[in-house]
């Protein structure tokens, strides 16, 4: 087994280097920056695909400041290239800036978020304010930008103006680098004060892309394709790369061939059909068995199948863009029978009402991570045959659609259920988590063929709300066999949970109270609990959970 730590959150490239972090070499995309002959370059991928590692590698790699950063990329793909490419490190004056914090509840505090922002920017070059090269009142502005005390002029000037006083400087052209772009956008939209923001914006990269002499390069990286007329309208020599094109396709994400190597490296063979079940599936251009490299790395750290990537907040946008929408909900429950849809995807984002523009909503979720396109319908009309790529995003969809029949269950939120649940007060569990069942039989049409993966899928996302006490485990070997779920606590003294999901089927079994028995007679004859006492814990409860049409039956024992 390898002997190198995890650099879990952990997006600094230097610092992983220095730390001698497992990395996975994406050097090569330096190569093909070079090689870009466009001047504004805006690559999209999902959020915690790589993004700002690699854009830190970049910094890295071209800042004129860092000349002793040889010793970074020693031992990676770029160092063997010919001297074209390796003349480049630390050629270049660098700004590196994101946008990734410039979320608020109002555009005034946007500003403010955008003020410091530009403040730790210019934190880098504060040797500027000792250069005989900078004139007085360009000194006083660059003083002004460092104590946040600028006006919404020098503000939206700020980039342009930085880049100036630095190609003087230097004598040299600029690299410039804006991570997370569109994280100011979007929140603005789920905040409610789009309009002006996009009016900031709109002026603020136009000041900056266009005719800007004092630039060499520009690389942009977000999570979606803002409409080019809402904020890129001036920029000239721009160029975009989605998760439908080819170039830079393999630069994000870990690929089969890389995921190989980490199974091995980490000698996690074991797990490694779960593990593709879990976070592979993505595909980006024509290259496909994309791994989640977030998932990943917390994966390896915890040695637990659960859904980390889902768990943030960054799922606002896409659960207030799905509120509203009946259309697109009918085609969710689809996706979550594991059937491919036929949609019309449009990549570039309108975000101003996407809630009612369903093709916008499914360019979205592909370019968010949440779908991921198995056939190519007709190219020029933008029609896409798109499914869930793996069980973490199913995951997310079953919560959600918790969300939209929750509110329905009157008495019923999921604390009140979880809580019965753990405290063993299991009448009462079993009678709202039945109650819950019937709302979602009455809201969803469960085909019997997915009907036992339906339900594992939603108790495993309804369960995610335990995850401060509980791990929440599914599908792993256990005694002779693999149990659906089960719940550990991390107090060991508390009470711990198997779960098993049966489908009567008529062919096998005269009666649902058959299916339950069947369902014991798998728990006991596999071992499932052996796990759990060979670790010490004493307090296991078992649960059948057995499904005919509208119908459940529970036995708890």
């Known amino acids: 087994m390898i002997n190198k730590g995890i650099g879990i959150g952990v997006s600094d490239f230097k610092t992983i280097r220095i730390r001698d972090n497992y990395y996975i070499d994406k050097s090569m995309y330096?190569?093909?920056?070079?090689?870009?002959?466009?001047?504004?370059?805006?690559?999209?991928?999902?959020?915690?695909?790589?993004?700002?590692?690699?854009?830190?590698?970049?910094?890295?790699?071209?800042?004129?400041?860092?000349?002793?950063?040889?010793?970074?990329?020693?031992?990676?793909?770029?160092?063997?290239?010919?001297?074209?490419?390796?003349?480049?490190?630390?050629?270049?004056?660098?700004?590196?800036?994101?946008?990734?914090?410039?979320?608020?509840?109002?555009?005034?505090?946007?500003?403010?978020?955008?003020?410091?922002?530009?403040?730790?920017?210019?934190?880098?070059?504060?040797?500027?304010?000792?250069?005989?090269?900078?004139?007085?009142?360009?000194?006083?502005?660059?003083?002004?930008?460092?104590?946040?005390?600028?006006?919404?002029?020098?503000?939206?000037?700020?980039?342009?103006?930085?880049?100036?006083?630095?190609?003087?400087?230097?004598?040299?052209?600029?690299?410039?680098?804006?991570?997370?772009?569109?994280?100011?956008?979007?929140?603005?939209?789920?905040?409610?004060?789009?309009?002006?923001?996009?009016?900031?914006?709109?002026t603020f990269y136009g000041v900056t892309f266009k005719d800007n002499p004092y630039l060499e390069k520009t690389v942009i990286t977000g999570v979606s394709r803002v409409a080019k007329e809402s904020i890129f309208s001036g920029a000239n020599n721009f160029k975009v790369y989605t998760v439908l094109d080819n170039e830079f396709a393999d630069y994000f994400g870990i690929t089969e061939e890389e995921m190989d190597k980490v199974i091995e490296d980490f000698k996690v063979q074991d797990d490694k059909e779960e593990i593709k079940r879990w976070y592979d599936g993505y595909k980006i251009g024509e290259v496909e068995g994309i791994y989640n490299p977030w998932s990943i790395l917390n994966y390896l750290t915890d040695r637990k199948l659960m859904p980390y990537w889902v768990n943030t907040s960054s799922n606002d946008l896409i659960k207030l863009i799905l509120k509203n929408s009946e259309t697109v909900k009918e085609k969710i429950e689809r996706l979550l029978k594991d059937e491919a849809i036929e949609v019309k995807i449009d990549l570039e984002t309108v975000i101003v009402g996407i809630e009612n523009n369903e093709d916008n909503i499914w360019g979205l979720m592909l370019g968010t991570g949440y779908l991921k396109v198995v056939e190519t319908v007709n190219i020029a009309e933008g029609i896409y045959k798109v499914e869930l790529p793996n069980y973490e995003i199913k995951l997310l969809f079953s919560q959600i659609i918790d969300d939209w029949f929750r509110n329905k269950v009157i008495g019923n939120d999921l604390k009140s259920i979880l809580k019965d649940l753990i405290t063993l007060n299991l009448e009462e569990y079993e009678e709202k988590f039945k109650i819950l069942?019937?709302?979602?039989?009455?809201?969803?049409?469960?085909?019997?063929?997915?009907?036992?993966?339906?339900?594992?899928?939603?108790?495993?996302?309804?369960?995610?709300?335990?995850?401060?006490?509980?791990?929440?485990?599914?599908?792993?070997?256990?005694?002779?066999?693999?149990?659906?779920?089960?719940?550990?606590?991390?107090?060991?003294?508390?009470?711990?949970?198997?779960?098993?999901?049966?489908?009567?089927?008529?062919?096998?079994?005269?009666?649902?109270?058959e299916t339950i028995e069947n369902a014991k007679k798998q728990i006991k004859e596999k071992g499932y609990e052996q796990n759990l006492i060979e670790r010490g814990f004493k307090n296991i409860t078992k649960m059948v959970y057995a499904f005919k049409g509208k119908e459940l039956k529970m036995e708890i024992y």
């Not at 004056?93 to 914090?101: A, E, Q, R």
């Not at 063929?449 to 792993?476: C, I, P, Q, W």
């Not at 256990?478 to 779920?485: F, K, Q």
Request: glycine share 4%; proline share 2%; charged share 30%.
């Open 437 to 513: 069942v019937r709302e979602m039989f009455s809201y969803m049409d469960v085909g019997e063929n997915t009907a036992e993966n339906f339900y594992h899928a939603f108790v495993l996302g309804m369960l995610v709300g335990l995850k401060d006490s509980y791990y929440v485990n599914s599908n792993r070997e256990s005694g002779i066999g693999r149990y659906d779920i089960m719940l550990e606590p991390k107090d060991k003294n508390g009470n711990s949970f198997i779960m098993e999901f049966k489908i009567y089927k008529e062919d096998k079994e005269k009666t649902i109270e």
């Open 30 to 202: 330096i190569k093909d920056i070079i090689d870009n002959q466009s001047g504004v370059i805006l690559v999209t991928r999902p959020r915690r695909f790589g993004k700002t590692l690699n854009m830190s590698m970049l910094k890295y790699y071209f800042d004129c400041r860092q000349k002793d950063n040889r010793n970074l990329f020693n031992g990676l793909k770029i160092m063997e290239q010919e001297e074209k490419y390796t003349s480049k490190l630390g050629y270049y004056p660098v700004i590196y800036i994101t946008l990734k914090d410039v979320q608020n509840v109002n555009y005034e505090n946007m500003l403010l978020d955008m003020k410091t922002a530009m403040m730790d920017m210019y934190q880098e070059h504060r040797y500027l304010l000792d250069s005989d090269k900078i004139y007085p009142e360009e000194k006083a502005r660059i003083t002004d930008i460092l104590f946040a005390k600028e006006d919404e002029v020098v503000l939206k000037n700020s980039i342009k103006d930085l880049s100036k006083y630095l190609n003087r400087y230097y004598e040299k052209p600029v690299i410039l680098l804006v991570d997370e772009y569109d994280v100011p956008l979007q929140n603005a939209y789920v905040e409610g004060y789009y309009d002006e923001a996009v009016k900031f914006f709109k």
